[in-house]
């Protein structure tokens, strides 16, 4: 079994600054996929940012330039610095790690 958990959401205003954290534990062999997706009220789950498991990053084209995803293979965390925050970013954000999903970090951006 393997364990997602994320921390860092919370309440900021448009133009601030949060950082996500998590940390997947557990029964883990290898290197995969980790990242994060976000849901907002009504819509469906999306990519916000990903490393693979050779590191290569993807971001969602409305967050690139302002979210920076960033990895410890090692000790399997992922930390997603976001900047410039805006309203619509406001959503659950979600850690994978694989095909394992941590329960969710709210993120609310007022303006």
């Given at each position: 079994q393997v364990q997602v958990v994320e921390s860092g959401g919370g309440l900021v205003q448009s133009g601030g600054?949060?950082?996500?954290?998590?940390?997947a534990s557990g029964s883990i062999v290898g290197y995969y996929?980790?990242?994060?997706h976000r849901q907002a009220p009504g819509k469906q789950r999306e990519l916000v940012a990903e490393l693979t498991s050779d590191s290569n990053p993807n971001y969602a084209d409305s967050v690139k330039g302002r979210?920076?995803?960033s990895r410890d293979k090692a000790k399997n965390t992922v930390t997603l610095q976001?900047?410039?925050?805006?309203?619509?970013?406001?959503?659950?954000y979600y850690c994978h790690f694989h095909t394992y999903w941590g329960k969710?970090?709210?993120v609310?951006?007022?303006s």
């Open positions: 600054t949060l950082r996500l954290s998590c940390a996929t980790m990242g994060w979210f920076t995803i976001m900047n410039s925050l805006k309203p619509e970013d406001t959503a659950v969710g970090t709210l609310t951006v007022s």
